[in-house]
T-cell receptor, first 115, second 110 residues
Framework: GAVVSQHPSRVICKSGTSVKIECRSLDFQATTMFWYRQFPKQSLMLMATSNEGSKATYEQGVEKDKFLINHASLTLSTLTVTSAHPEDSSFYIC???????????FGPGTRLLVL | RKEVEQDPGPFNVPEGATVAFNCTYSNSASQSFFWYRQDCRKEPKLLMSVYSSGNEDGRFTAQLNRASQYISLLIRDSKLSDSATYLCVVGVGNNRKLIWGLGTSLAVNP
């Protein structure tokens, strides 16, 4: 299957700082990338859908000014958690897809801990 | 009612057992169906897509009943390495947005 990477794999930061997470599709061009969040013992929740070259579509309840998404190329999307707080601590996972008929391939996830 | 419902388990079974997981979904317009597997503290990995005709991949068999909005996964001859959380996932809308179940936890014991 296709390969999607995420960086960093884990990050610990102080409350109030901003954290950037990168998602790359390594061997295919992803027209769409998705950002998910998973809290312990809960299911994955879609945060936003990102199409290359256009603004991300955020799910209800997700603040677009707090979770900034940039999908500048067909192989890279970034999620920036601005002014992070302890309640933002979670497992953030991206996925990438070539087109709507294709499977989503998931990155290994980024574990964020905000102190 | 949750959009995708699964029994969270845990299911504790001995090696070699056959185990079945069920899942129901609420959106009748759902268009694609999947089972994913997630190991502890890892990303989910696609186990198999699910089709109305049913599909089998080795020890794994998936079935879809659109009329009942019900999806199943059967694992035969369970291995220790099958221990994981199994996630029922449904794709909806033109953009095939994925809606995730909470997952069913499986522990295969020696």
């Amino acid at each position: 299957g296709a390969v999607v990477s995420q960086h960093p794999s884990r990050v610990i930061c102080k409350s109030g700082t901003s954290v950037k997470i990168e998602c790359r599709s390594l061997d295919f061009q992803a027209t769409t990338m998705f950002w998910y969040r998973q809290f312990p013992k809960q299911s994955l929740m879609l945060m936003a859908t990102s199409n290359e070259g256009s603004k991300a579509t955020y799910e209800q309840g997700v603040e677009k000014d707090k979770f900034l998404i940039n999908h500048a190329s067909l192989t890279l999307s970034t999620l920036t958690v601005t002014s992070a707080h302890p309640e933002d601590s979670s497992f953030y996972i991206c996925s990438a897809r070539k087109d709507v008929q294709e499977t989503q391939y998931f990155g290994p996830g980024t574990r964020l801990l905000v102190l | 009612r949750k959009e995708v419902e699964q029994d969270p388990g845990p299911f504790n079974v001995p090696e070699g057992a056959t185990v079945a997981f069920n899942c129901t979904y609420s959106n009748s317009a759902s268009q694609s169906f999947f089972w994913y597997r997630q190991d502890c503290r890892k990303e989910p990995k696609l186990l198999m897509s699910v089709y109305s005709s049913g599909n089998e991949d080795g020890r794994f068999t998936a079935q879809l009943n659109r009329a009942s909005q019900y999806i199943s996964l059967l694992i035969r001859d369970s291995k220790l390495s099958d221990s994981a959380t199994y996630l029922c996932v449904v794709g909806v809308g033109n953009n095939r947005k994925l809606i995730w179940g909470l997952g069913t936890s499986l522990a295969v014991n020696p």
